[in-house]
């Protein structure tokens, strides 16, 4: 049974929560591969809120098992808090909760230390969600990291601790800030050990184990191809390869086991923290997405910056992730705005850009290439078949699907769990 990975195609924030929920339902594994605590999923389950940061958006479905791959950076703190919260809510994860005992902790330091080296680039600060997301990735790969394994030996925790945050402690000693306190940071992470303990597993083998059987399982991306670390707006990335590139890493399934890769879009573009977004709009539209979207982050609660769909990050992002079908969420939002822009393009220094430059100061001063449509004023949330839609927006949604080059499968026209249109079958062809 192939694997399906869902991953965001702009700058995160693109509805992979509600895409996840949709496609767990008939999933037995769904698991989280990259990235921490900085992802933000939400899921509306009728008068119900769902808000996940680091535990897979199928946990919300009774039947899944879930599962938080060796690439996660786990804070344990927000993850139990998270488990206590949905049993609050009735929904129970004993049994149904395995955390890779490769991941690596997110701990106190590493939250302290995305604080401080963002205040130290002053005016270039990248915006971060002060989850710790860089420290502890820099700590995995300069080969210095504290995994959950070792959480769970607190007998070699201190000796650890103490060889891996010497690094820290110079830096903080010469920013003239208070050197990490060890004793302290062991007191709070022996209790959460406990706790993380009968949750940790050799996630990798039960999930090949699960995939030679012919489980169905789902792969979930956090934040968005442009800020992958590889291929998006460097420095103004996060600190994981966020699209399906990252699923065999950071999960241990062979790259041969994915077979279907759902790329998430929004019909507009939203960014938030710093770095390039040349279709930013900052007048009387983007005031409209803003406001009709409710873009704000999910995890900090900042308004994020909103524009037009953006074709050249598209592209690229379905072209080196292996995009097989799109979603595309909240083309209700576009209702009521007279004209709607689509970047197909870049222009920089009086020449055409196709592709997204490497230096993020160029990419700052590209204006686009834009194309104009008209727009629609009708309400298209109680749209259920593509011919629902008013003829100006399916017009649009065709030209999306031929920019991207990826059928559209699925389109979202509300926030609620049942309002979208689904199109397994493609766009038909008739209207
Ligand atoms: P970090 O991942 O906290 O280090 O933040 C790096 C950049 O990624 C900042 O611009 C953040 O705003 C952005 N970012 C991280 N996670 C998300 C997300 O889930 N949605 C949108 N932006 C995010």
Not at 74 to 80: C, H, R, S
Not at 373 to 392: M, Q, T, V
Request: glycine residues 12%; negative net charge; proline residues 6%.
């Amino acid at each position: 049974m192939p694997v399906t990975c869902v991953y965001g195609m702009q700058w995160g924030d693109e509805g992979k929560g509600r895409i996840v929920d949709l496609l767990a339902a008939k999933s037995d594994f769904v698991v989280r591969y990259q990235g921490g605590a900085n992802a933000g999923h939400t899921v509306i389950v009728g008068e119900e809120k769902y808000v996940l940061h680091l535990l897979p958006s199928g946990a919300i479905q009774p039947s899944t098992t879930n599962v938080i791959g060796n690439g996660v950076v786990v804070d344990p703190w927000i993850l139990m808090d998270e488990v206590d919260h949905l049993a609050g809510r009735g929904i129970d994860l004993t049994g149904r909760l395995l955390v890779s005992d490769r991941a690596h902790v997110v701990l106190p330091h590493h939250k302290t230390m995305d604080q401080a080296l963002e205040a130290l680039r002053g005016d270039e600060a990248l915006g971060t969600t002060s989850r710790g997301i860089g420290p502890a990735y820099g700590d995995k790969f300069r080969r210095a990291g504290m995994r959950v394994a070792d959480l769970l030996k607190p007998e070699r925790y201190q000796e650890l601790l103490e060889a891996n945050t010497g690094a820290w402690n110079a830096i903080l000693d010469k920013a003239g800030l208070e050197p990490i306190d060890i004793a302290a940071v062991i007191e709070e992470t022996a209790a959460i050990g406990e706790r993380i303990r009968p949750y940790a597993a050799d996630a990798t083998g039960v999930l090949i184990e699960a995939w030679k059987a012919g489980r169905e399982i789902l792969c979930e991306g956090a934040q968005g191809f442009g800020l992958d670390v590889d291929h998006g707006s460097y420095p103004f990335v996060t600190s994981s390869t966020t699209g399906p590139a990252g699923v065999p890493a950071g999960t241990g399934l062979p790259p041969q086991a994915l077979g279907r890769v759902v790329g998430i879009v929004k019909a507009y573009t939203t960014r938030v923290g710093a770095g390039p977004f040349p279709t930013r709009d900052t007048g009387p539209a983007g005031q409209h997405l803003g406001e009709v979207g409710h873009e704000f982050g999910a995890t900090t609660g900042r308004p994020r910056d909103c524009g037009w769909f953006d074709a050249v990050l598209g592209r690229r992002a379905a072209m080196t992730q292996g995009a097989t079908a799109v979603a595309l969420m909240k083309l209700d939002v576009l209702s009521g705005l007279d004209e709607i822009k689509l970047c197909i393009a870049y222009e920089l220094d009086g020449k055409r850009v196709e592709a997204p430059p490497a230096w993020a100061g160029d990419w700052e001063r590209c204006t686009p290439v834009y194309e104009t449509h008209p727009g629609w004023s009708e309400d298209i949330s109680g749209a259920r078949r593509f011919e629902d839609l008013p003829a100006a927006a399916q017009v649009y949604v065709r030209r999306i699907q031929e920019v991207l080059e990826v059928p559209v499968e699925v389109i979202s026209v509300g926030a609620e769990r049942e309002r979208f249109i689904p199109l397994e079958q493609g766009i038909p062809v008739s209207v």
